[in-house]
């Protein structure tokens, strides 16, 4: 699970300087299988980071991937009820830029 609780406690200890840092100029995806109680989780973590700020930051015993986000934010909702109903919430948050406007003289 990505973990983005810093008070939450784990079996195993990993040093902040172990992890890799995703940068921009770089894909990175990762998938997990979770528990709907899991994911419920993460996704109230993610939430109360976006409340917070315009910076978040994802974190795995491996990696951690901060973001500066912008404006708006992009969320997708499909819901498949033929066969095996299923529901996809997507969220696409824009990097957030720190260009300038030129001057006009």
Do not use: C, K
Not at 41 to 68: K, S, Y
Not at 92 to 98: A, E, F, V
């Amino acid at each position: 699970m990505s973990e983005m609780d810093p008070d939450h406690e784990t079996n195993e200890h990993t040093d902040e300087s172990d992890r890799t840092t995703v940068r921009t100029g770089r894909d990175f995806e990762r998938e997990y299988r979770l528990s709907a109680t899991e994911a419920g989780d993460f996704l109230v973590a993610l939430g109360e980071q976006l409340q917070n700020g315009e910076d978040l930051t994802l974190v795995d015993d491996e990696w951690e991937l901060p973001f500066a986000f912008g404006e708006p934010a992009e969320l997708e909702i499909d819901f498949e009820g033929v066969g095996d109903p299923t529901l996809e919430v997507e969220l696409t948050l824009p990097g957030r830029t720190d260009e300038e406007a030129p001057a006009v003289e």
